[in-house]
C-alpha cells in the first residue's frame, strides 16, 4: 500500500491502522485529500484572535429538554393485544426462557 501524507505530513495509512481499518490505495489517496482539507481548516481556525472569548462547551444555553411528567390515557387493552403473534385472553404469550 503506497503511502499518502497529508500537508502537515500525516500518514493516512497510520490514521487508518490506529482506527483498525483497511484502505485501498484509491481510499488513502481520497482520504488523505479531505484530511489534509481538514487540517488546512483547522490552521485558519487556529489563525483566528480569540483574546477576551470565554471557552463553552455548547453554541446555545443547555437545559432540561424533558417534559413535564404528566398524567396521560395509555393503549387500551385490545389495541396493544391486536397485533400479538399469539396471546392468552388478555396477555401476550411468550415462549419460556427459563428451564
Known sequence: MATTETSRGMDVAYVAQLAHI???EQ????????LGS???YMDQL???DLE???PTSHGL???NRFRDDALCPGLERETALANAPVRTLTEFKVP????
Open 52 to 54: 477576551g472569548i470565554e
Open 38 to 40: 481538514v487540517l488546512a
Open 46 to 48: 487556529a489563525e483566528l
Open 96 to 99: 419460556k426462557i427459563v428451564e
Open 61 to 63: 444555553p443547555a437545559g
Open 27 to 34: 481510499e488513502e489517496s481520497v482520504f488523505g485529500d479531505q
Open 22 to 24: 483497511r484502505l485501498t
